[in-house]
């Protein structure tokens, strides 16, 4: 019995770990595709609708040609020095087998490598055909405990 047992929880932490590493991978393959401005690729890494909840509304995408306006107009209000980004940390949470959240904090840097912003967001991540893909972005500069 306890070896059964022992044997289910390194299963379920072996899991755990892949889907952990999974979820960064996708991660940094959307934050390497969004430095080098990749309109084709970067809406691979969506699962739709797709919802970017800004502090003063809420912007849907249901299709390609929606995700791929959006991101023209979030690149287009780059400054010109903008070279690239770089995940400064993820806190991953597993919901269950299909749903994830990271928090996530990054980094974007000036082409002198110098860092010109700093800023943080949440990912909501669903598991589609075997692969993570985002369906809402929640960006953020701070966050406050609730008592």
Known sequence: ???KTICIIF??????????KDIIDLLEQYNKSFANKE???IINYFDFPVSFNLQDKTITANSNLKLKLIYKKIWGDLPDYYSHSKWDSF????????????????????????????????YSLRK??????IFSMTPYEN???AN
Do not use: H, P
């Open 1 to 3: 019995m306890i070896k």
């Open 11 to 20: 299963i379920f932490q072996t899991l755990i770990f892949a889907n952990q």
């Open 39 to 41: 309109q084709k690729k």
């Open 91 to 122: 806190n991953i949470q597993i919901i269950d087998d299909n749903i994830a959240i990271v928090n996530a904090k990054f980094s974007r840097y000036k082409n002198d490598g110098t860092i010109f912003y700093s800023g943080a967001g949440i």
């Open 128 to 133: 589609s055909n075997d692969t993570w893909k």
């Open 143 to 145: 966050i406050e405990q």
